[in-house]
């Protein structure tokens, strides 16, 4: 009985035993278990973390990589903005140094046409100046007009014997040649005019004599021309013996550009004077 009981007691306590060793090891399959759980957990959370940062890093990265692409297109625009800028600066630098040259054109060239001017206007006045001088000059020797012709000096018939100029009047008229002769850039027209048809040779004849007389004086290159004209450009009408008389003439016409082309009197300013 007391074995039995023994042994019953044996059996109960290795029973307890295993009980409890059972006990423990499913208390370590649990605590097993719940670290295997918490740890797939952590690994689950660790992953989702890095997920995250990974998410994060790249969305920093993109906006970085954006905002970078922003700065470049904003540094290319702005590049080409300032060519822009450069391109249209130089261009209204150019613009600016044409249009000057342009007006510093004009102005040279309005400067040069009023110097032209000016100067024209100067050459006028000596040329008016130097032809009234000559023509008071000639004026005191012979009759002298002044017309669009140049100065001309009248010889009169009465200075005359048949085809020969009277000789007391030479010297006088040597005087005009002389007045002439200051004056190396002028030539001279000498041509005679006759009252009647028949008188045309005698006309030439006179003329020549003149002319002869000019040469005399020094004015070979001057005379440019020596020619009888007839009955041709009267001065008045035949009728009366005093008209024929002042017909037949000789006249020696002075021009050139020393006394310019116009007449005294067709110059501004001008109050008296005569002309044919």
Same mark, same amino acid.
């Given at each position: 009985?007391?074995?039995?009981?023994?042994?019953?007691?044996? /059996?109960?306590?290795?029973?307890?035993?295993?009980?409890?060793?059972?006990?423990?090891?499913?208390?370590?399959?649990?605590?097993?278990?719940?670290?295997?759980? !918490?740890?797939?957990?952590?690994?689950?959370?660790?992953?989702?973390?890095?997920?995250?940062?990974?998410?994060?890093? !790249?969305?920093?990265?993109?906006?970085?990589?954006?905002?970078?692409?922003?700065?470049?297109?904003?540094?290319?625009?702005?590049?080409?903005?300032?060519?822009?800028?450069?391109?249209?600066?130089?261009? /209204?630098?150019?613009?600016?140094?044409?249009?000057? @040259?342009?007006?510093?054109?004009?102005?040279?060239?309005?400067?040069?046409?009023?110097?032209?001017?000016?100067?024209?206007?100067?050459?006028?006045?000596?040329?008016?100046?130097?032809?009234?001088?000559?023509?008071?000059?000639?004026?005191?020797?012979?009759?002298?007009?002044?017309?669009?012709?140049? /100065?001309?000096?009248?010889?009169?018939? @009465?200075?005359?014997?048949?085809?020969?100029?009277?000789?007391?009047?030479?010297?006088?008229?040597?005087?005009?040649?002389? !007045?002439?002769?200051?004056?190396?850039? /002028?030539?001279?027209?000498?041509?005679?005019?006759?009252?009647?048809?028949? +008188?045309?040779?005698?006309?030439?004849?006179?003329?020549?004599?003149? =002319?002869?007389?000019?040469?005399?004086? =020094?004015?070979?290159?001057?005379?440019?021309?020596?020619?009888?004209? +007839?009955?041709?450009?009267?001065?008045? @009408?035949?009728?009366?013996?005093?008209?024929?008389?002042?017909?037949?003439?000789?006249?020696?016409?002075?021009? =050139?550009?020393?006394?310019? @082309?116009?007449?005294?009197?067709?110059?501004? =300013?001008?109050?008296?004077?005569?002309?044919?």
């Amino acid at each position: 009985m007391a074995i039995q009981e023994a042994r019953e007691a044996a /059996l109960t306590a290795e029973d307890a035993r295993l009980i409890a060793e059972h006990r423990k090891a499913q208390n370590r399959i649990v605590q097993a278990q719940s670290e295997a759980v !918490a740890a797939q957990q952590a690994k689950l959370q660790a992953e989702e973390a890095r997920a995250q940062a990974e998410q994060k890093v !790249a969305a920093a990265r993109a906006e970085a990589e954006s905002e970078r692409e922003i700065r470049r297109h904003a540094e290319e625009q702005a590049r080409i903005a300032q060519n822009r800028a450069a391109e249209v600066q130089s261009q /209204l630098e150019a613009e600016r140094a044409q249009a000057a @040259s342009r007006a510093s054109a004009v102005n040279s060239a309005a400067a040069a046409v009023a110097d032209a001017a000016q100067k024209r206007r100067n050459d006028e006045q000596l040329q008016h100046a130097a032809r009234a001088r000559l023509l008071q000059q000639l004026n005191l020797v012979a009759t002298t007009l002044d017309t669009p012709r140049g /100065l001309v000096v009248t010889i009169p018939n @009465s200075w005359f014997q048949g085809s020969e100029l009277r000789s007391r009047y030479t010297e006088q008229l040597a005087l005009v040649g002389r !007045a002439i002769a200051s004056h190396p850039n /002028l030539q001279i027209e000498v041509d005679g005019y006759s009252s009647r048809a028949s +008188g045309d040779a005698e006309s030439t004849r006179r003329a020549h004599a003149i =002319g002869d007389l000019m040469r005399r004086e =020094g004015l070979g290159n001057a005379v440019a021309m020596v020619r009888g004209m +007839g009955t041709s450009r009267p001065v008045t @009408s035949n009728s009366f013996a005093r008209d024929r008389d002042e017909n037949t003439r000789v006249e020696i016409v002075i021009s =050139g550009a020393e006394i310019g @082309s116009a007449a005294t009197w067709e110059q501004p =300013g001008f109050t008296a004077g005569t002309s044919r």
